[in-house]
């Protein structure tokens, strides 16, 4: 006699399940050839001197017997099957409930504070334990002033970066791709690009300026691999300690900048840092970049807005609906400038932001709904920059290193002769106040900003016939997403009247989303500009330039 021994298959045994039926089968397979083997020898050896038919009926038994076995074998084989697919489908399911465990436990762990200790056996408090530890390095995906989850989330990629609220200007990183994290340190790297053709038109002008001097005018044509910037951000030691650095090239103007900043949060009260930001002066240097209509500013914006430095800043909640932003820094525009230029006195820019219907204003603060509210969201902000100046150039060279500060006829007013024949500015204080106000709604969104600025405390080599120089101008823009996460028409104006002259600027514009994401589109824009006073080969103009502007380009930012 064969004796098969019971195999008993339980949940607890986990993944060698799958196992312990293919083992019941190979001994049932065994035990039945012994037997059938058996049964033969005694057929044979009984009846081997008997009727012949008798031996056949027997063998013909033996068949059947044969038959029954291979089916009840290949019933025992889709069981085998259907065991293992059950035991693969627990062994999901487990997995899955550990993920939701493991995000329950950071939660509650961000929640209750520092990691709480185990007691030891002598009463002393040991340390944390590896799974304590585990779930602090797991709540990395939050703490680099990004949303994004522990490793690189293909899914959640083509969304629109959030990036880091404490970085106001150009240097505010993509989500990215994480290369790296420990125990110790995190670190991730992202990039914005920008491509573009640029025409001026017409290819002649001749422009005057208030003292009815000609202004040299020249229009330009050409294709540009505009803008390039590499990101580096994440934490160190602490998830709360957090860097960024950059590295910045304009290829219209052969510019390279390499930058960072350090920051440390505190919550949603304060974030400080001390490095590289830019003065939250405007709408558009609060983070919004470069989620904007186009991927430069309108006329008005670039006229009056600061620019960036180095020092120390802040943003935090006041209260939930409502931000603020402040910057302590060595001048107006710190790129390009080395330390043996600056003066003694600092600037400072702050903002204060409202949304007082949904309490956000889509990524970044971002320009245009691609993201379609379903609810009015609304945005109000206030912003002042303050500045002392200096020329930052030698006494007798006809232009000043600093170009920051145009009148509204597009001269620097640190040039020799920009307000009086022959007189030279060599300081004056920078101050500008902004007001804005928009609204998202059903991807339409509607915004206006407005603008007061104010040159003063002259200090010139000669005599002045002013003592300051007051601007005032605004832009209104307003979008429709025609095709929803795909097409996007828009438009605006922006004026700005000087004390030497105004100026004026329509708009229209078109954005295409390829692959339905914010971080890549083609761009088209067309402008018609009056007496442009923003004098650059960084944006779209050039001082006192009237006429159409015309402009594609295609942005991606990772």
Same mark, same amino acid.
Do not use: C, W
């Given at each position: 006699m064969v004796e098969i021994a019971p195999c008993f298959l339980t949940r607890s045994e986990g993944p060698e399940m799958a196992g312990s039926p293919i083992r019941f089968t190979v001994v049932l397979t065994v035990a039945v050839m012994a037997a059938v083997s058996a049964i033969a020898q005694t057929a044979t050896s009984s009846n081997l001197d008997s009727n012949p038919e008798d031996v056949i009926h027997s063998l013909d038994q033996l068949i059947k017997q044969n038959q029954q076995l291979e089916i009840q074998n290949q019933q025992m084989e889709k069981q085998n099957q259907q065991l293992q697919k059950q035991n693969q489908e627990l062994i999901?399911?487990? $997995?899955?409930?550990?993920? !939701?465990?493991?995000?329950?436990? #950071?939660?509650?762990?961000? !929640?209750?504070?520092?990691?709480q200790t185990t007691a030891r056996k002598d009463g002393r408090q040991a340390g944390p334990s590896f799974n304590q530890k585990q779930s602090t390095r797991d709540q990395t995906a939050q703490s680099s002033g990004q949303s994004q989850s522990n490793d690189d989330d293909k899914i959640k990629f083509p969304e629109s970066s959030a990036g880091n609220s404490a970085i106001f200007g150009e240097f505010n990183p993509g989500r990215g791709f994480t290369v790296g994290r420990g125990e110790y340190g995190e670190l991730n790297l992202s990039g914005y690009m920008a491509t573009r053709f640029l025409d001026q038109m017409p290819g002649q002008q001749t422009a005057f300026d208030h003292l009815d001097r000609q202004i040299q005018v020249t229009p330009r044509k050409d294709f540009q691999f505009h803008r390039v910037m590499l990101f580096s951000q994440g934490w160190l030691f602490s998830p709360k300690f957090q860097y960024s650095t950059f590295l910045w090239t304009v290829q219209d103007t052969n510019q390279v900048a390499v930058g960072g900043a350090l920051y440390y949060s505190f919550g949603k009260i304060m974030t400080l840092g001390l490095g590289w930001n830019a003065y939250p002066g405007t709408q558009s240097l609060q983070g919004s970049h470069p989620y904007w209509e186009s991927y430069d500013r309108v006329m008005a914006d670039e006229f009056f807005r600061p620019y960036f430095s180095q020092g120390v800043f802040a943003k935090g909640n006041l209260l939930p609906k409502l931000e603020y932003r402040w910057m302590f820094g060595n001048n107006n525009s710190n790129l390009d400038v080395p330390a043996v230029k600056l003066d003694r006195d600092l600037s400072a820019g702050a903002a204060l932001t409202w949304y007082p219907t949904t309490g956000e204003f889509g990524p970044r603060g971002a320009f245009g709904d691609y993201e379609n509210h379903q609810n009015l969201a609304t945005r109000? #902000?206030? !912003?002042?920059?303050?500045?002392?100046?200096?020329?930052? !150039?030698?006494?007798?060279?006809?232009?000043?290193?600093?170009?920051?500060?145009?009148?509204?006829?597009?001269?620097?007013?640190?040039?020799?002769? =920009?307000? =009086?024949?022959?007189?030279t500015i060599e300081r004056t204080h920078y101050q500008m106040v902004s007001a804005a106000a928009g609204i998202k709604f059903h991807g339409l969104w509607i915004q206006g900003e407005g603008y007061g600025r104010l040159l003063d405390h002259f200090i010139a080599d000669g005599k002045l016939p002013v003592s300051e120089v007051r601007d005032s101008g605004f832009y209104v823009q307003l979008a429709e997403?025609?095709?929803? $996460?795909r097409f996007e028409l828009y438009g605006g104006t922006s004026y700005i009247f000087g004390q030497y002259g105004n100026s004026k600027e329509f708009i229209v514009g078109t954005n295409y989303y390829p692959w339905d994401t914010r971080n890549i589109r083609l761009n088209t824009q067309l402008l018609n500009v009056d007496h442009s006073p923003v004098n650059s080969t960084f944006g779209f103009y050039i001082g006192q330039q009237t006429g159409p502007i015309f402009a594609i380009g295609m942005t991606a930012l990772y």
């Open positions: 999901d399911q487990i $997995k899955t409930l550990r993920v !939701a465990v493991d995000q329950h436990v #950071n939660v509650s762990d961000q !929640a209750t504070g520092p990691t109000f #902000n206030l !912003a002042y920059t303050y500045s002392p100046e200096e020329r930052q !150039a030698a006494v007798g060279t006809s232009s000043g290193i600093n170009t920051t500060l145009r009148l509204s006829d597009s001269l620097n007013v640190f040039d020799t002769g =920009a307000i =009086a024949p022959g007189v997403m025609i095709v929803p $996460k």
